[in-house]
């Protein structure tokens, strides 16, 4: 039996796209492993693939970490040169990657109690950074993120087994409706879109500007839209989107005078162990994909109270 057939989730292998039926929880463990999130909220996140926290972070936390961002994407000895990627045609800062390696106070976010018990609420196990970075669209010249399903790349290019990982996206600007806010297929996490198109040795130095493979076809894309819509995030500065790891998302291109700002940390459980990845792939860089669960993250409150 060939690995392709084997794989729950086989994606860039055959001749055309399909849309796979999920096969693992949203919420593990019945939403009890943490008490971070209402009943009535861990069931809005079941239902649509996400949440929107409003007004978590205040003014001078959000202005600490805006300045951080900005100093990380400036200052050249923040992180190595490939952990800043800039916009296809120009010197802009587009991401950057491993910020809460690179900065106390992101190191500090990953842990706070506001995310992290959320995070450990859905997937009921304790957590790691599988990923982490600064995404700056900046005004005039900030590029589009086409629609992608971040758990087909990280199953693909990773080895990632399982749909057992989340997204924090904290809001550091205001995220209107014409800066290139994230944007949301509700209930599109229950379906996996198999991808077309064999994807090339250190493909993640061109898709991290431009995304290539992994692109969902238009048919699956309309066929997602049709049942769920799409849904702009837009809240102020200090907001929290956690969503699930197959929810289909992109934005588009800032052409606006305001710039957006966010973080985003990949919560992953350590219960799933990344493995090789798909089709004889080098595994990704470290500062893309963290493969050490080990590292599990310890609350912050916890260790106020050890």
Same mark, same amino acid.
């Given at each position: 039996?060939s690995?392709?057939?084997?794989d729950l989730?086989a994606s860039?292998? &055959?001749?055309s796209?399909a ?5 693992d929880?949203v ?6 492993y943490?008490?971070a999130l209402?009943a009535?909220?861990?069931?809005s ?7 929107l ?7 001078d936390?959000?202005g600490?970490?805006l300045?951080?961002v900005?100093r990380?994407?400036?200052?050249? &000895? ?5 952990e800043v990627v800039?916009e296809p &045609?120009?010197n802009?800062?587009?991401s950057?990657f491993? $910020?809460h390696?690179?900065s ?11 995310l992290?018990h959320?995070?450990?609420q ?8 599988h990923q982490?970075?600064?995404?700056l669209?900046?005004?005039?010249k ?5 629609w ?5 790349t990280?199953?693909v ?12 996206l904290?809001m550091l600007?205001?995220n209107?409706?014409?800066n ?9 996490h +229950?379906?996996f879109?198999?991808? $077309?198109?064999a994807?090339?040795?250190e493909?993640?130095k061109?898709s991290?500007?431009?995304?290539e493979y992994?692109?969902p076809d238009?048919t ?8 769920g819509?799409?849904?702009? $995030? ?5 907001a929290?989107v956690f969503f699930d790891c197959?929810?289909?998302?992109g934005s @588009?291109g800032n052409i606006?005078p305001?710039p957006?700002?966010n973080?985003f940390?990949?919560?992953n @459980? $350590? ?8 089709h004889?792939l080098k595994p990704?860089?470290e500062y ?6 080990? +590292? ?6 916890a260790?106020?109270?050890?």
């Amino acid at each position: 039996m060939s690995s392709f057939i084997s794989d729950l989730y086989a994606s860039r292998a &055959g001749a055309s796209a399909a849309i796979i039926a999920r096969r693992d929880p949203v919420v593990y463990g019945a939403g009890t492993y943490a008490s971070a999130l209402s009943a009535d909220q861990v069931a809005s996140y079941q239902q649509d693939g996400f949440i929107l926290l409003e007004n978590v972070f205040g003014p001078d936390e959000v202005g600490s970490l805006l300045d951080e961002v900005r100093r990380m994407g400036t200052d050249s &000895g923040a992180a190595h040169e490939g952990e800043v990627v800039r916009e296809p &045609g120009s010197n802009a800062v587009r991401s950057v990657f491993r $910020v809460h390696e690179s900065s106390e106070r992101v190191a500090n976010l990953a842990r706070d109690p506001r995310l992290i018990h959320v995070a450990r609420q859905i997937l009921a196990s304790e957590v790691y950074i599988h990923q982490s970075r600064a995404n700056l669209k900046p005004g005039f010249k900030g590029k589009e993120f086409y629609w992608h399903s971040d758990f087909e790349t990280w199953h693909v290019e990773d080895g990632m087994p399982a749909m057992r990982a989340l997204s924090c996206l904290v809001m550091l600007t205001d995220n209107n409706a014409c800066n290139g806010p994230l944007m949301l297929v509700p209930g599109s996490h +229950r379906h996996f879109i198999s991808c $077309v198109g064999a994807t090339p040795d250190e493909n993640y130095k061109e898709s991290l500007r431009q995304q290539e493979y992994g692109v969902p076809d238009q048919t699956s894309l309309q066929w997602l839209v049709d049942k769920g819509g799409i849904r702009p $995030v837009v809240a102020r500065a200090g907001a929290v989107v956690f969503f699930d790891c197959n929810t289909m998302h992109g934005s @588009s291109g800032n052409i606006s005078p305001w710039p957006r700002a966010n973080i985003f940390m990949v919560y992953n @459980s $350590v219960d799933n162990r990344l493995n090789a990845p798909c089709h004889g792939l080098k595994p990704r860089p470290e500062y893309i994909a963290a493969r050490d669960p080990a +590292r599990s993250l310890e609350p912050l409150d916890a260790v106020a109270h050890g």
